[in-house]
T-cell receptor, first 111, second 115 residues
């Protein structure tokens, strides 16, 4: 257990509303990642962070923003949720060179 | 171009037999890591095994081994003595060290173990 907690675990929101997902870690890891998982696509990288206030875009960053003001928290914001953003969102951290651990996932439904 | 390719959307294996899940990757980075994850129906991502690009020996972790063929850019997962609990989605992933350590994932292989 790498001490990663995602919140909320489930959320239903309406199209056009902003949504923020939180990833919290307790072990001071530098690298954190947000992925979305959709059938047939595996996990696709949305944004990542390599330190406090150091973030960059991944493969599917349009419509998403992130912030990392503290080492332990990495926030993912959907600025104006759309139905295409209905997905399962995973946060991950890199632990050393040989391992990476994932949170439990957040199931987001945009109606 | 896709960084990770898993060509087997679904596979069946008889309990107690071995099974190989295919993974090929694409990178120009000399330093990278290869990972396999298991995702059971409950949804969590479980780390299984890691292979570094400079490791000369194939990685092994219990019943899991990684068949690393660097020149062919393949990193196949071998599960020996399959168990019913091995039924799950399996994802291959790569981390590029010089690319901010970003992880790239394949689309996954769904393994079904038959009794």
């Amino acid at each position: 257990d790498a001490g990663i907690t995602q919140s909320p675990r489930h959320k239903v929101t309406e199209t056009g509303t902003p949504v923020t997902l939180r990833c919290h870690q307790t072990e001071n890891h530098r690298y954190m990642y947000w992925y979305r998982q959709d059938p047939g696509h595996g996990l696709r990288l949305i944004h990542y962070s390599y330190g406090v206030k150091d973030t960059d875009k991944g493969e599917v960053s349009d419509g998403y923003s992130v912030s990392r003001s503290k080492t332990e928290d990495f926030l993912l914001t959907l600025e104006s949720a759309t139905s295409s953003q209905t997905s399962v969102y995973f946060c991950a951290i890199r632990s050393g060179n040989t391992e990476a651990f994932f949170g439990q996932g957040t199931r987001l439904t945009v109606v | 171009a896709q960084k990770i390719t898993q060509t087997q959307p679904g596979m069946f294996v008889q309990e107690k037999e071995a099974v190989t899940l295919d993974c090929t990757y694409d990178t120009s980075d000399q330093s990278y890591g290869l990972f396999w994850y298991k995702q059971p129906s409950s949804g969590e991502m479980i780390f299984l095994i890691y292979q570094g690009s400079y490791d000369e020996q194939n990685a092994t972790e219990g019943r899991y081994s990684l068949n690393f063929q660097k020149a062919r850019k393949s990193a196949n997962l071998v599960i020996s003595a399959s168990q019913l609990g091995d039924s799950a989605m399996y994802f291959c992933a790569m981390r590029e060290v010089r690319n901010f350590n970003k992880f790239y994932f394949g689309s996954g292989t769904k393994l079904n173990v038959k009794p």
